[in-house]
Structure formats: structure tokens, C-alpha cells
């Protein structure tokens, strides 16, 4: 039991907790020291115990990235590769019949992500604050059950809420019946104007339990000296969250968000295992992923096309390395972190 | 224990080798399939009945899931470690094996001349010059229903649009059954189950077919266009929240008997017959009037090709020719009731569902799903289109004439007929 041991005696004065980690100062002295002494003999160990790490990440995710980039500049012509520069990407973006499906995906994708955004992170945060509340009992339980959901694999979940939601024999219209909301009951995966939410709240179920686990180690960490100060201040309950520990949690919401943010834009399995690769009714749950699959590796008649596939790839890499950017280099850096 | 084991096991494996070797000299030939459920029929019945007359040559059946059959076999075609013998997806996912030289031309194979030239239309160059896969079988598009429902209610078999609405109608207000059993949720299952079911009757079969190959009818005009009207009649009828109900879910429907009607394809025979508790009764895709020509789809599905790097070339050959047989077209089409032989001379079969579906070659005219050959080459694709705007006319929300359209603009923007 992560229990927090109390070291030291209430109120103790809690500002000397405000270091910040990343201290420029005196990383820059440290630069500069090391160009001032002496000629060093070239540290061979660091190489060397680098090298495991950098070799397998190499092969096995900045090669098939560099694959990727360069399939996207070929195109296959009478069976044979050949060099179209940016053809690939003007065809995806000046061809209405790619370009049409890549917003249409783009956009389900941007939809996907807001609901994981508005739904998933604060419910997960208020699940994290209540699990660290110290009144709750049976907390280990809660935290297993709401956290079992995201190991299980997607073609369960997929399939399960297919079951769940099914008009046929599912629970869901059972069980909206017996509370008299029977008529509020929609075949949700099968209508275009549902669909699309509808997966997204049950990726939401599933994953739930992910920025509900980061969010509670981080609850877990703020000291207990800087509540016992907050309390001596008379600052307690909810405005002790807001104030105090919501503050110090921010880092990891950061975290969580860009999580979230790169999980979003890579998913497929969800949509595939619910409503199979032409992303229906409608194409209205294609997302980037689905689309990606289609183009790729076809689909039923349509035969895959591996470098149309590959553009889209690089049009995802891209959209998620740009939003990584915007989140190290305009909201990381404000970030103010706290050392205890 | 370990090491009593562990002798155990070397021994044995000992055993099993010398007696590989003991057979070394005869050719062991490997099929490559995505039809995994056939793999007990290929065991206990194909594969022993050929091997009693070829002694010398084994076969063995390999299959692969269907949704990971064509890249898995791409894959192995390309490492060179694929099986002998390949079964061929009907039209341009074999006609691309063919042309990257990885399917042998069969077209003077011992046998191939048993088939008519539609049968064989799917495995063939589009000049028709080089075939390279034996045609193996086709399903059969119409309906089945509940025999004991129709008794119940006295409805009779319709044979004409008007008689089948008529029956739908009927079937509604009783109330007892969902009158069909069928869900837009899968996408295929409409525009497989329905637009290609009921299409070939507006279209007329195959001569719809070829004028929309080349390029004198439109997918917007009169004909193409009336099944999706007919398509977006069937929405009544079908059971509440079909919009999210699965292919699975209507065959489940069906054969549990709460459903009287089920647009099939001639594939479900084999299950329903183990499932369904009550007696079943199939028609053709009604006509306009009594007594019009009626016209069926009956779609080549199947077929079986010469993988062109094979070392056993010729055994394999052997092994078509007896597939071409009507000795194979016997034993296959009696072991999976609904996958009929395209084989010219006529099969016996005892399942009387089977027989019903098939009787219809003689009085119909057979065509093939007018989406396969050639017009999804390009992108959009029109088959996966076709998915897509058929479920969304029976959902109610595209109009007829806007699905037509929007098939249409997407087939001209990459077809160019008469080339």
C-alpha cells in the first residue's frame, strides 16, 4: 500500500519545496567547464552502453520511419518503383476523391480527440482525486476494476460493446427499458450522427484508467508537508484541490494530454474491430488510421496501394510531430515544475 | 524423469523422421486457401479421393485466415516460400498474381474445356486469351425463407415484385415475424444481399453487365437506379435498429425463426441447414411481371491456380485436371451444399435447398456482380462504394438517384470506357 509516511511534524515551512528542477545557471556553468579543462580522452563507454538502446531503436522504429518517408515520394508504375517527388501528396490533397476522405478522416479524427479530451482526462482526474482521498474505502478495489478495461485487448472491447449496444439482443435497450428511458434507445454504431461519439466513449471506458493511474501517483507525491501547510492556512477540501494540489498535478495533465493526443491520432483497432475498414455508416467513424489501412493494404476489391498508404502515414507523422511541438515548445516550457 | 522424457521425445522424433524418409520419393503438393471451414471437407473427402488414384503424390490444404489470406500470400509468393497449388479470389486480385508472373497460364490445362467462358471470365486476361485459375465454384444470389412462417400466414411463394411486397406486408401486420432479416451495419450485407440480388432483374443480367463495362449505360440510368429504389422500399421491413445490426446478428435472426425472410447468398445453406429448427424454402429475386425472363446472380467465388515458381509443376497439374473433373464438382458441391460447381457437365445434389437454388440456372439467366470485373480498378473503388451507398439508401439517408450519382462521378473520374 503506497501509503505516504509522515516524517515530519505538521506545519513545517513549505516554501523551500519551490526548486525548480531545470536550473539554466548552473547548467551553463557545467557546459562551460567542460570546455575549459583539458583535453579528455574520448569516453568510449558512453558509446558503448548507448549503443544497445540506439541500434534496436533504430532498426526497429527510425528505419521503417525513414521507409515510410521515402515509400510516400514513389509511386509504382508498371511494376516498377519510381521516383515521383511530391505526386503522392498532391494527389492526396488536389484529388477530390483523396482529399474528400483525408478532412473527412482528419476531421472524425479532431472529433475523436476533443471527446477524449473533455471526457476522458477530467473524469480520470476526479476518479485520481477521489481514489487519493483518504476516507475512501475499498480504493485498491476501484482502482483495479476501473483500470482492467485498458489492458484488456481492443477486439474484446470492440466486440463486447457491439453486444452491449446491440438493438437485438444487447443489454443496453434491456436495461434502458426497465428505467422507462426505452425510447431514448438509438441504434448508436449504426447511425452516422452517433457513431462516431459513441466509439469514442467506449475507447474513453477503456482507457480511462491510464491518466487515472498517472494522475493518482501524482496525487500520491505531493508531500504531506505542503498539505499540513495548506491546512494551516485553512485551506482545505475543495479549494485544497483547486489550489494546492491541481497546481502540482499539472505536469502530468500535460503529460496525459499529449498521450492522449498521440494515441488519438495513431488509433485504428477500435474503429476496424467495431465497424470494420470502410469505417461505416458512411465513413463517418474513418479516422486516420482507417484510412490509412484502406489505402494501404485495400480492402475487399480495392487493391492496396502502398504508397498513397504511405503519404497518409507521413501526413499522420507529421500531425502528431506538430502537435508534440506545439506541446514541448509552447505549453512544456511554461510549465513550472516543483522539486520536494 | 526429465531424461527419460527427453529420450522419449528424441526417439520419437527419430521414429517420425525415417519415416518422412521412407517417403521421400513421392511429391508433396501444398495448397494455399483462405476457406479455412472447408479444411475437414479437403481432409476426409477431396484430398484422400485424389490421392487413391495419383499414388505418389500428397496433398496437403494450408489455409489462412480469410482477412489476412492476400497479404499473407503476397508475402510468400515474394519470399518464394508459397504452396504449390493457390486458390485464386475471383478477377483482378488473381489477375495482378498473374500478371507479376506468379500464377502459371493453365489455359491448355486437361479439363479447362469443361468450363463455359463465363465461368472461366473471372480467371482470364481481359482479352480472354490466357486463363490461369480452374474455375471451382460460384454461390447463387436470391432469398430464403421460413417455410413454416409462410405456411402459418398462407402466404404463397412470390414470384413477382408485387407478390413479394404483398408477402412483406403480410408478414408486418401479423407481427409474429420480423419480415426481413437483414442489417445495414456490415455495409456488404446490403449491397451484396440486396443491390446485387435484386440488380440483375432491372439490369438484365449480363447484357447490363457489359454495357456498363462498355461505357453505353450509366450507373444513374433507369435500370441501375431502380434496385436502389426497390433497395430503400425494404426499410419498413426490416427489424428495429437494423441500422447497427451485423451480418451475424441477421443470419442469427433468421435461423432462430423470428425473421421469415432472409436475402441470401447460396453460402448459407451449409449453416443453416445445422441451425435453423424449422423447414426452408427458397426463390429467385422476383420480377416486374409473371412470366419476364428472370435473371440471377451466380458469381464465380472460387477458383484454383498453379503457383508458376511450383518445383512440382506437373504433379500440380494433375492435381488441376482432377479438379476440373466432374469427379471433384460431385464431391464438392455435396460437401458444401450452396457452393455450386461451374463445371458444364450438371452435378447431382441431395440437399433439396441447394438443388432449388441451382434449379434456377435453368429457367434464369446467369450473370456475375456487376461491380467485380474491371470497373473496381480504380480509386474510389466502386465495389466498396457500392457498400457504402447501398446501406446508406436503405438508412434513409441518401436518395436513389443520389447514390446513382455519386457512383457514377466516381466511377468517370478514373474510368475511361471503350479504351
Known sequence: MPHRARTSGPCIEASSSNNIVWNRETAGTELMAADISPKRPFRWHIAIFLAPAVLVYTAIMILPLAGTLQLSLFRNIEQHQVFVGLDNFRTLFGDPNWSVNFWNALRNNVWFFIIHMLVQNPIGVMLAALLSSPRLRFAAFYRTAIFVPTILSFVIVGFAWKLILSPLWGVAPHMMDLIGLKSLFTPWLGKEQYALTALSLISVWQFVGIPMMLIYAALLSIPEEVIEAAECDGITGMSQFWKIKLPLILPSIGIISILTFVGN????????????????????????????????????????????????ATMMFLIILGGVCVYLFLVQTRLRRYQF | MTTKLLTALLLGTSILGSAGLAHAEDVTLNIESWRGDDLAIWKDKLIPAFEAKNPGIKV??????????????????????????????????????????????LSALPGMENFSPVAKSAWQTDDGKASFCVPMASVIHGFIYNKDAFDKLGIKVPTTRDEF???????????????????????????????????????????????????TQKLTDKDWVAPYEELAKWKPYLGDGFEAQTYPDSQNLFTLGRAAIYPAGSWEIGLFNTQAQFKMGAFPPPVEKAGDTCYISDHTDIGMGLNAASKHADAAKTFLSWVASPDFATIYANALPGFFSLNSSPVKMADPLAQ????????????????????????????????????????????????????????????????
Open chain 2, 165 to 215: 411486397f404483398a408477402a412483406l406486408d403480410k408478414i408486418k401486420a401479423d407481427g409474429t415475424y420480423i419480415p426481413m432479416a437483414m442489417g445495414t451495419k456490415d455495409l456488404w450485407e446490403a449491397a451484396t444481399m440486396g443491390y446485387q440480388n435484386i440488380g440483375p432483374n432491372y439490369w438484365k443480367g449480363e447484357d447490363g453487365r457489359a454495357a456498363l463495362i462498355k461505357g
Open chain 1, 265 to 312: 491520432f495513431n488509433a485504428f483497432d477500435l474503429i476496424y474491430t467495431a465497424q470494420g475498414a470502410l469505417a461505416g455508416p458512411n465513413y463517418s467513424t474513418d479516422i486516420l488510421g482507417t484510412f490509412l489501412y484502406r489505402a494501404f493494404f485495400g480492402f475487399q476489391l480495392q487493391v492496396g496501394d502502398p504508397n498513397m498508404g504511405a503519404a497518409i
Open chain 2, 356 to 419: 432449388e437454388f441451382v434449379s434456377w440456372r435453368g429457367k434464369c439467366k446467369s450473370t456475375i456482380r456487376s461491380t467485380y470485373q474491371i470497373l473496381s480498378r480504380g480509386t474510389p473503388n466502386l465495389e466498396n462504394e457500392t457498400w457504402v451507398e447501398s446501406a446508406n439508401v436503405i438508412n434513409g439517408t441518401d436518395t436513389p438517384e443520389a447514390a446513382a450519382k455519386k457512383l457514377q462521378t466516381g466511377l468517370d473520374s478514373w474510368y475511361k470506357p471503350g479504351k
Open chain 2, 60 to 105: 496437403v490444404f494450408a489455409p489462412s485466415a480469410p482477412t489476412e489470406y492476400d497479404a499473407a500470400l503476397g508475402a510468400k509468393l515474394a519470399a518464394g516460400s508459397a504452396g504449390d497449388l493457390i486458390t485464386c479470389r475471383p478477377f483482378d486480385k488473381s489477375l495482378e498474381l498473374y500478371k507479376k508472373g506468379n500464377l502459371a497460364d
